[in-house]
């Protein structure tokens, strides 16, 4: 049975490049039941304030929203509940060690399929100022008017 295409982004969190520095960026599978890929696959979810932690050497993601498909009466789950994600040890102990005893953290940028199945981004993040969002802001900007003017 031939598997489905890449369909593109379904979620994407803009709101992690404004408010950190992002580095080291992987790609990890995500656990789902049936009716949470399809309210994923219909775009009612949200990444903001969510974020990775680690706990007994597995990696889960907390406060990701996936809204109750509106089908799935008694198979719906908990919009709020902690995913797991799919990573092999190495990866998990690399971002452990890196956030451990450090002000980083690690955040979901986006969510994806992948030959049918949910993938999400996750990078290591660092906190911003006040004035290194002001810098990010200008420097937009500055993109913005170069492109009106070339073209």
């Known amino acids: ?89 190495a990866e998990i102990r690399k971002l452990e060690n890196k956030t451990k005893g450090k002000s980083m953290t690690i955040v979901p940028t986006k969510v994806f399929l992948l030959h049918g199945r949910a993938k999400i981004e996750i990078a290591l993040a660092k906190g911003k100022n006040l004035h290194d969002k002001r810098e990010s802001i200008k420097e937009k900007d500055l993109r913005r008017e170069m492109e009106k003017e070339n073209g």
């Open 1 to 89: 049975m031939p598997r489905k295409k890449e369909s593109g982004v379904l979620l994407e969190n803009r709101r992690a490049y404004h408010e950190y520095f992002l580095s080291d960026f992987l790609t990890a599978g995500l656990v789902l039941t049936g009716t949470e890929i399809k309210s994923l696959r219909a775009r009612n979810a949200s990444l903001s304030d969510s974020y990775v932690y680690i706990k007994n050497g597995e990696a889960y993601i907390a406060n990701m929203h996936i809204a109750p498909y509106k089908e799935g009466n008694l198979n719906n789950v908990d919009h709020l509940r902690d995913r797991k994600l799919l990573l092999n040890k």
